[in-house]
């Protein structure tokens, strides 16, 4: 099956550092790849649609400069968080769809990653 | 905007049969998804309805009415290891992004 990858897998910082989260298609290619929050016991929060080649859909309240999206490839997308604050502090997870699977077509399933646990101190 | 709503809690014994329900608004439709979480893990797909009916797969079914922006989750066979999150997810906008509801708990007691 289709298996996505993220890296780290958790990451402790400072406040004011910059972390960056790396998200990877592993057997397939990824034209679109998404972002999510969750925080403990509550919902995935969309974030952000990121595209191969091109500037990142964010969803509305998300700070683009805060949350810096690179698509740089079929199979990576990268999420860095800049001057980060311990109100930055949670589970991120990418997720990726399958290139060859067409926006109306198949079940939209949407492949996740392992998510990457964040503290700022 | 987009908007879902489903229980936040159920409770079940093993064996027994739960029926998660979720309903939704939204201007723009692809489909209803969902996704299993246990805690601490990833999502995993289980289910996507885009026409109305009941789509099965092994011990999950899940159902769509459109005209009833409505759709649920069928477990059947309840098992221990389906204690867990269930999400239901509408498909939406430009790139059939995933909008998530707030999650439904299920947990299974012997």
């Known amino acids: 099956g289709a298996v996505v990858s993220q890296h780290p897998s958790w990451v402790i910082c400072k406040s004011g550092t910059s972390v960056k989260i790396e998200c990877r298609s592993l057997?397939?290619?990824?034209?679109?790849m998404f972002w999510y929050r969750q925080f403990p016991k509550q919902s995935l929060m969309l974030m952000a649609t990121?595209?191969?080649?091109?500037?990142?859909?964010?969803e509305q309240g998300v700070e683009k400069d805060k949350f810096l999206i690179n698509h740089a490839s079929l199979t990576l997308s990268t999420l860095t968080v800049t001057s980060a604050h311990p109100e930055d502090s949670s589970f991120y997870i990418c997720?990726?769809?399958?290139?060859?699977?067409?926006?109306?077509?198949?079940?939209?399933?949407?492949?996740f990653g392992p998510g990457t646990r964040l503290t700022v101190l | 905007g987009q908007s879902l709503e489903q229980p936040s809690e159920v409770t079940a014994v093993e064996g027994a049969i739960v029926q998660i329900n979720c309903t939704y608004q939204?201007?723009?439709?692809?489909?209803l998804s969902w996704y299993q979480q246990h805690d601490g893990g990833a999502p995993t797909f289980l289910s996507y309805?885009?026409?109305?009916g009941l789509e099965e797969t092994g011990r999950f079914s899940s159902f769509l009415s459109r005209s009833d922006s409505y759709g649920y989750l069928l477990l059947q066979e309840l098992q221990m290891k389906d204690s867990a999150s269930y999400f239901c997810?509408?498909?939406?906008?430009?790139?059939?992004?995933?909008?998530f509801g707030a999650g439904t708990r299920l947990a299974v007691h012997p």
């Open positions: 057997d397939f290619q990824a034209t679109t």
């Open positions: 997720s990726a769809r399958d290139f060859n699977a067409g926006l109306a077509g198949g079940t939209n399933e949407q492949f």
């Open positions: 990121s595209n191969e080649g091109s500037k990142a859909t964010y």
């Open positions: 939204t201007s723009g439709f692809y489909g």
């Open positions: 309805n885009a026409l109305d």
């Open positions: 997810a509408l498909g939406t906008g430009g790139y059939n992004k995933l909008i």
